[in-house]
């Protein structure tokens, strides 16, 4: 079982094991026109989202966080799959955020902390749909390396493969964690 069952707890937001009563709210993000643009398709009903979550708090080396405000609203959701120890590599799989920027950054600082520091991981393996340049530049400022391209016909654009290091994203992180106390110095 891969549940991860600490807080991760940050300045903006925090993240927690996704839970069997969370299908309903992320059944409605995943269904979302505008936030699911670039994933494959939602599930079919709040059931089959159950189902999903059951199946991934039950498949070892996957992780599904919940990301939460500081007044308990559910604003997104982040996910880790095939952590592999004797590779020490995991890949950085679904991200969805309805919160700012910051909170964005930040929720995705704690999840390459969480990679890095308590799954012991070197390296992080992404994947992201070339149309989605918001999620490209956030990963290209976090550190990550490009590593190749496959056309996907399904978006009818280039999927972009990268890595992210363990050295790279330390750098990069002083960048982010800079930005989000100059966003939190001013409340």
């Known amino acids: 079982m891969a549940v991860y069952n600490k807080i991760l707890l940050g300045k903006t937001v925090k993240m927690r094991a996704i839970e069997e009563t969370d299908a309903e709210i992320t059944y409605n993000m995943r269904n979302n026109v505008e936030k699911s643009k670039f994933l494959n398709s939602p599930p079919g009903s709040i059931q089959e989202q159950r189902e999903y979550i059951i199946k991934q708090r039950n498949t070892p080396g996957d992780y599904y966080f919940i990301i939460e405000d500081f007044n308990g609203n559910i604003i997104g959701m982040k996910a880790f799959y095939g952590y592999c120890q004797e590779k020490k590599s995991v890949e950085s799989g679904r ?20 990679a890095f520091d308590i799954l012991g991981v070197n390296k992080v393996i992404m994947t992201v749909i070339e149309r989605n340049q918001s999620m490209y530049s956030l990963q290209k400022r976090m550190g990550a390396k490009e590593t190749g391209r496959i056309y996907m016909p399904e978006f009818g654009c280039d999927s972009i493969h990268s890595e992210l290091t363990r050295d790279s994203y330390l750098h990069a992180r002083k960048k982010a964690e800079k930005l989000i106390e100059r966003f939190t110095g001013r409340n």
């Open 95 to 114: 991200f969805m955020g309805f919160g700012n920027q910051i909170q964005h950054i930040e929720a995705l600082v704690i999840g390459f902390d969480f």
